[in-house]
């Protein structure tokens, strides 16, 4: 393992993007948001996926220096096109125009158009939080998940993330697949030599198996069985048909085989608790239920973990592989 500071892995980001063809916007944005991943202890979604952003960039399918546009539709309702860029400096040009749209209709949507999401989620929907509005983010990707009763690909793991602002505590935020583990941990797992749950996935031929390798190779399973599936499908519609944008199968065609990161929308949510009620009164009845969570023994709140890895991290910095910290080397 090799051990770095946050700055450190930032740096190594950004110089490895620069260095492939993104200019500093991009590299920055995206660098950013790969270690703030692995500040917060989630390293499935940091430097270990530097190697995809790059054969992005260098097979020219990424736009290295994207220049998001953001358009507002309507009232409530702002389109962001992202010039064949990575997500993240979108998100950035998006967000203000975000807020400003909750804050003045109580709910306004975000759609994100014409980019490559290959970024955790969480991050978008906790600086609505911060900004003291309830936030929505949901987006496919390549077609991972078999439907229910399926055994062949055909939704992406399709993540959704969720926050809700709270005074004086970090706020209430959570991200995960609609699949019952992403990708990057099944991957991660098939790297390391570990197995994976039965639940996880299926061979080629629908075979139950906890071979991480083998379920790369066949399909993932929605997590708790249909009820995931039908979070998939519906992500896939609202933040593929809905906005304009791919649905996981055609992002795949649209990948032709290159293997690189996947191209496709965002749809991000979010509400102005001020335009439905007293926003205090609101904050401190979320407030009742996140106490009675707490008065059982062994809960937390979802995303907890992850403010507590921040602070730890943020002193000790964290760790990679040695194998992904040549890989990196090599292609910087």
């Known amino acids: 393992m090799v051990r770095l500071t946050l700055e450190e892995g930032r740096k190594l ?8 063809g993104c200019d500093e916007d991009n590299a920055r944005a995206s660098a950013d948001r790969m270690i703030q991943a692995e500040g917060d202890g989630c390293p499935s979604h940091g430097l270990f996926r530097l190697g995809w952003y790059v054969k992005g960039v260098k097979s020219g399918r990424v736009n290295g220096k ?3 546009v953001a358009d507002v539709l309507a009232p409530g309702v702002v389109r962001i096109d992202g010039d064949g860029g990575f997500a993240p400096l979108g998100q950035r040009v998006a967000h203000e125009a975000l807020v400003s749209l909750a804050r003045n209709n109580g709910i306004a949507a975000a759609a994100f158009v014409n980019m490559f999401h290959v970024a955790a989620m969480w991050p978008e929907v906790e600086a609505l939080a911060d900004a003291g509005l309830v936030g929505f983010a949901f987006t496919p990707s390549y ?15 399709n993540p959704m993330g ?6 004086g505590a970090p706020p209430l935020v959570f991200d995960q697949a609609s699949s019952s583990m992403a990708r990057g941990e099944i991957m991660i797992a098939a790297r390391d030599g570990h197995s994976v749950p039965a639940t996880a996935g299926i061979g080629p031929d629908g075979e ?3 071979d991480p390798n083998v379920v790369l190779k066949g399909a993932q399973l929605g997590f708790g069985g249909y009820k995931g599936a039908a979070l998939a499908l519906m992500v896939e519609l609202i933040a593929g048909p809905l906005i304009g944008d791919f649905l996981s199968i055609e992002a795949e065609e649209d990948d032709g085989g290159q293997g690189g990161p996947p191209k496709g929308g965002e749809l991000i949510i979010a509400m102005e608790p001020a335009c439905f009620g007293d926003a205090d009164a609101i904050r401190a009845h979320g407030e009742k239920l996140f106490a009675a969570i707490a008065e ?8 907890e973990r992850r ?7 943020a002193r000790e910095g964290f760790e990679v592989p040695q194998v992904l910290y040549d890989e990196i080397a090599g292609l910087m």
Request: one cysteine or more; aromatic letters at 12%.
């Open 66 to 68: 994207a220049r998001p």
């Open 143 to 157: 077609p991972y998940v078999a439907p229910a009763g399926g055994s062949k690909p055909l939704y992406g793991t």
């Open 296 to 303: 059982q023994e062994g809960t937390r709140l979802p995303g």
């Open 13 to 20: 980001a950004f110089d490895c993007l620069v260095n492939n």
């Open 162 to 167: 969720f926050s809700w602002p709270r005074e």
């Open 307 to 313: 403010f507590q890895n921040r602070e730890r991290i």
């Open 208 to 210: 139950e198996t906890t």
